[in-house]
C-alpha cells in the first residue's frame, strides 16, 4: 500500500535561512509527487510536482524539490525563507488510476522567527 | 480559467442535526470530484469520490454521505450529526484524463458540532 511519512510535525527556521521539509513515501511502482501548502483556515495551493523526467522540480513561491528515487524521498527546498511562507506544507503522492487518487503525509507546520 | 467553490465557508451545527456541504466547479466539465476531511493539526483524509454523475465511491465508513446531482456539483450531507464530525472539510477536483492529474482545492468548510 503506498503511503507517505513527513517525519518533521513543526519546523522553525529564521528569516531568510534555507529550508528543507523531508518527505518520504513507499509506493511499488514509480509515484507521481505533490507538495501542498495550507495557510490557516484556507484550502490548499498547489507549490510543485513531480510526474517524470527530471528530478529537480521548481515551483510556485522560490520553492524546489528533489526526487530521489533510491531513497524514496521528494524533500522541499526554499534557500531563503519570508514571513509569509509560514504555514502548512503537506507531500502527497499518487497513483495511475481512473480516479487520481493521492494519499497525503500528516504535514509540516513551519513558523519564521523574525 | 476553473474555480472552485464551497459553501458555507463555517458552519456550528448542534449534534443530532443534519448536514448539506456544497461543492461547485466552474470553467470545466466532466471533472473528477473529491471530499477531504481534515481534522484539527492533522492531515486530509479522502472521504469520497466521484467520477461523473450519480457515481460516489466511499473510502471509509462513516456518518456521511455524498452525492453528485450535476456534473459540477458535489455535496456532502449527514442525516445526524456527531461530535466526531467536526472538522475541516475540503472539496477537491481534477481533470478526467490519464489517470495522473493534479488535484485542485476549494476554500473549505470549518464545521463545528456541539
Known amino acids: 500500500a503506498q503511503s507517505v511519512t513527513q517525519p518533521d510535525i513543526h519546523i522553525t527556521v529564521s528569516e531568510g535561512a534555507s529550508l528543507e521539509l523531508r518527505c518520504n513515501y513507499s509506493?511499488?511502482?514509480?509515484?507521481?509527487l505533490f507538495w501542498y501548502v495550507q495557510s490557516p483556515g484556507q484550502g490548499l495551493q498547489l507549490l510543485l510536482k513531480y510526474f517524470s523526467g527530471d528530478t529537480l522540480v521548481q515551483g510556485i513561491k522560490g520553492f524546489e524539490a528533489e526526487f530521489k528515487r533510491s531513497q524514496s524521498s521528494f524533500n522541499l527546498r526554499k534557500p531563503s525563507v519570508h514571513w509569509s511562507d509560514a504555514a502548512e506544507y503537506f507531500c502527497a503522492v499518487g497513483r495511475y488510476s481512473s480516479a487520481s487518487k493521492i494519499i497525503f503525509g500528516s504535514g509540516t507546520r513551519l513558523s519564521i522567527r523574525p | 480559467s476553473q474555480t472552485i467553490h464551497q459553501w458555507p465557508a463555517t458552519l456550528v451545527q448542534p449534534v443530532g442535526s443534519p448536514l448539506s456541504l456544497e461543492c461547485t466547479v466552474e470553467?470545466?466539465?466532466?471533472?473528477?470530484l473529491y471530499w477531504y476531511r481534515q481534522a484539527a493539526g492533522r492531515g486530509l483524509q479522502l472521504l469520497f469520490y466521484s467520477v461523473g454523475i450519480g457515481q460516489i465511491s466511499s473510502e471509509v465508513p462513516q456518518n456521511l454521505s455524498a452525492s453528485r446531482p450535476q456534473d459540477r456539483q458535489f455535496i456532502l450531507s449527514s442525516k445526524k450529526l456527531l461530535l466526531s464530525d467536526s472538522g475541516f472539510y475540503l472539496c477537491?477536483?481534477?481533470?478526467?484524463?490519464?489517470?495522473?492529474?493534479?488535484?485542485?482545492f476549494g476554500p473549505g468548510t470549518r464545521l463545528l458540532v456541539l
Open positions: 509506493y511499488g511502482a514509480t509515484p507521481y
Open positions: 477537491a477536483w481534477t481533470l478526467r484524463g490519464q489517470g495522473k492529474e493534479t488535484q485542485y
Open positions: 470553467g470545466t466539465s466532466n471533472p473528477n
